[in-house]
């Protein structure tokens, strides 16, 4: 015996809709355990026969004689045993739940409901190609858990599955990724249903076939539900925890994104979206948006707002600039509590070759702060030096050949 007891990839969400069918097919079976027999009567060999049946099967299983569209549906709740039902649950719950968390409520209701009315069309077609007998009644879950399992297959297909093992008197547990223990599960129903048509003639008692229309309708259906790009996407890492951090950042993204098109002139929900940006790896998207919400604070004369913004800018970007004008007020905000990045900002802005006032008096306030706040005589030398071969026509002309010789002067006497 092989059966999946749990997978290694954690959930980023709890998974209320694959926990609230499980509430529903187990109530739903408790309800048939103590509910009534109603009798129903067959014809075999052309005589009538009475049998009694519980009274949910008798109404709301499928007959693929007789289907009607509510019990395409309402079969895939109902369970003929209690260990029918724990095997359909345990499943569901391994596989469904990371499912939701993947697709949210809505893509695992949609891969439950439609897998379901797949693998029952599948049942009845095949059963009818090959002259089985149709009129049993169906149920369990087993077609709709098999439509989760091939689209799991495909988009958690490194997610490693533990596998209990009990072979006579031995048993224990080892793991496998999930795409070998789906495909090897898959290829068993196929064969078990082919040995059931050739044994059996299709009345083993297992709807094999819905098993394996289940399952390929989930696969087919996985790259219509993104899960394909998505395994692409995510499955850059062999180790889950990686993986699964990968999708939790991109999950804030877009949720800040969502935030930011209900309100795009907000600065603040710009700059949630550049940290989340930056938290994702996506550098560049993230200095731009930076840059937007700086110019946006900046507009409003929130300059303590915009110097926190930039500084988180430069932290991953240092080499991001904005315009002269901004860089300017900014470096100058930041003098007092970062002097090390105002001194850099300086610096981005003394090296721009646009010819602006702003990058002469960079040059200027530079040559200050080294020798008066980081005492750097040499380097403040260094910035007099450029300014007066860059800028002999500037109107600072002469403040800076007054303090480039008072600072040569030192140096020499030094």
């Not at 009345?203 to 790009?229: D, M």
């Not at 110097?307 to 007092?336: C, G, N, W, Y």
């Not at 002097?339 to 090296?351: E, M, V």
């Amino acid at each position: 015996m092989l059966l999946p007891i749990r997978t290694d990839r954690p959930r980023i969400r709890p998974a209320y809709l694959t926990i609230t069918l499980i509430v529903i097919n187990t109530l739903v079976h408790i309800y048939s355990m103590v509910a009534p027999e109603v009798p129903q009567t067959f014809m075999v060999d052309g005589q009538a026969i009475q049998v009694s049946q519980p009274i949910l099967i008798a109404h709301y299983a499928l007959r693929g004689s007789d289907p009607t569209l509510l019990t395409f549906f309402t079969h895939m709740f109902i369970h003929g045993g209690i260990m029918h039902l724990v095997g359909n649950m345990l499943f569901l719950w391994i596989f469904g739940s990371l499912i939701e968390d993947a697709l949210r409520p809505w893509g695992l209701a949609a891969l439950y409901l439609g897998g379901g009315v797949m693998a029952a069309l599948a049942h009845i077609g095949i059963a009818a190609t090959l002259g089985h007998d149709v009129d049993r009644p169906m149920v369990g879950a087993s077609g709709a858990v098999a439509a989760i399992m091939g689209l799991f297959m495909l988009r958690f297909y490194k997610t490693r599955v533990e596998i209990f093992y009990l072979f006579w008197y031995r048993w224990g547990t080892f793991w496998v990724q999930a795409v070998w223990a789906l495909l090897y599960w898959i290829a068993l129903e196929i064969f078990s249903g082919v040995l059931d048509a050739a044994v059996f003639g299709g009345n083993g008692g297992v709807a094999h076939w819905a098993h394996v229309g289940g399952f390929v309708a989930g696969a087919i259906a996985a790259p219509f539900l993104g899960s394909i790009s998505a395994a692409k996407k995510e499955y850059f890492s062999d180790d889950p925890e990686t993986n699964v951090e990968y999708v939790r950042r991109n999950e804030e993204v877009g949720a800040a994104e969502r935030v930011l098109r209900a309100d795009p002139g907000n600065a603040y929900h710009m700059r949630r979206l550049a940290q989340a940006l930056s938290h994702a790896g996506e550098y560049g998207r993230a200095t731009e948006v930076y840059q937007r919400c700086v110019y946006r604070f900046a507009t409003r004369n929130m300059m303590g707002q915009a110097a926190e913004v930039f500084l988180e800018m430069i932290d991953h970007d240092d080499s991001a600039a904005l315009t002269p004008e901004l860089q300017l007020k900014l470096a100058r905000q930041l003098e007092a509590d970062h002097l090390p990045q105002a001194i850099a900002a300086y610096r981005t802005l003394a090296g721009s070759n646009v010819v602006r006032p702003e990058v002469e008096y960079a040059l200027l306030r530079l040559s200050v702060l080294y020798d008066q706040k980081m005492n750097k005589p040499h380097e403040a030398l260094r910035c007099l030096t450029e300014f007066l071969r860059r800028y002999p026509q500037s109107e600072w002309i002469a403040q800076a050949r007054q303090a480039h010789a008072v600072l040569n002067g030192q140096l020499r006497l030094g």
